[in-house]
């Protein structure tokens, strides 16, 4: 995760500088889009830094749940990076749109589009294998961040041949437009993943329905309830209730517990799972009937 975050932060500074050249070379307003973009991306970048570096510090005495949620506070900030340079393309492009400029120099344009694409790809292709080995949801931020990138560098490409061999000077300011609401998309997208871990959103359906499975599995469970889930960083939380029989013995109970605990945790490998046992008279009758969560 941290590799990922030193690669994303020399990316994106590497791509200001070449996008800065080209566009003072070619005065292309969509050009100057990604530019602004990639601006904010080292913004980002260093945010995603930061709460990555905090988000993997062990739980301590005053976060005993540990320090995860400072990954979804730093998707919630490059969120608004990412739409305040939607915002500031979007008014570029209108103001161009009404006051139309040639274009100049725009095989550098061309070049410097190309090179961000690459590097682009690069990182996203590590980006991904971070978030296939830890779940991280600052860096799969980024990750789209970054995706959206490569979509703008091909779109500035065709702007810059459509304005140059068309003469369609509106070409320009009108891609940077869609450009912009490109961005803001992907911050709507960014910053809704990250709320819905900072408001304890449940886990999707199915993987629910794969604890309620795995714990109706267990010999001895006569059902389950109240199953609640949430997600912090890299970590996963999962509360239960079991439905046990009346007359089972506490040590009995006990290893039946573990043994559920055991078996949800092979399952989310990073979860920390919590178990309450009911006897079996207690419980509704409905929840005995259908053992639904």
């Known amino acids: ?80 990076f990412v739409l305040g340079s939607g915002i500031f393309v979007f008014g570029q492009a209108i103001h161009r749109l009404f006051f139309p400029h040639e274009l100049s120099n725009t095989d550098i344009g061309y070049a410097v589009m190309v090179l961000g694409m690459v590097m682009s790809a690069c990182l996203v292709v590590f980006q991904k294998y971070v978030v296939r080995k830890t779940g991280s949801l600052a860096i799969g931020a980024e990750s789209l961040n970054y995706q959206n990138d490569i979509l703008v560098n091909a779109s500035v490409i065709v702007s810059l041949f459509v304005t140059t061999h068309f003469g369609w000077m509106a070409a320009d300011p009108l891609f940077a437009i869609g450009i912009a609401s490109f961005i803001c998309w992907g911050a709507w997208r960014i910053g809704r993943q990250a709320l819905d871990v900072l408001m304890d959103r449940e886990l999707p359906d199915d993987q629910r329905e794969e604890i309620r499975e795995i714990v109706l599995g267990c010999d001895g469970v006569l059902g389950v309830h109240d199953i609640r889930t949430r997600s912090s960083g890299t970590s996963v939380f999962i509360q239960l209730h079991l439905v046990l029989a009346d007359d089972l013995g506490l040590m009995l109970a006990h290893e039946l517990v573990d043994r559920v605990e055991k078996e949800v945790a092979e399952a989310f490998p990073k979860a920390e799972v919590l178990i309450h046992p009911d006897p079996i008279s207690v419980v509704p009758d409905e929840i005995r009937r259908t053992r639904q969560p």
Do not use: C, N
Not at 29 to 57: H, Y
């Open 1 to 80: 995760m941290r590799a990922a975050t030193y690669a994303s932060v020399t990316v994106a500074g590497t791509l200001v500088i070449a996008k800065m050249a080209a566009w003072v070379a070619t005065d292309s307003v969509s050009l100057l889009s990604t530019l602004v973009d990639s601006l904010l991306d080292v913004g980002a970048s260093l945010v995603s830094f930061f709460a990555v570096r905090q988000a993997l510090q062990p739980a301590d005495h005053d976060h005993r749940f540990g320090h995860g949620k400072a990954e979804s506070l730093g998707g919630l900030a490059e969120a608004a």
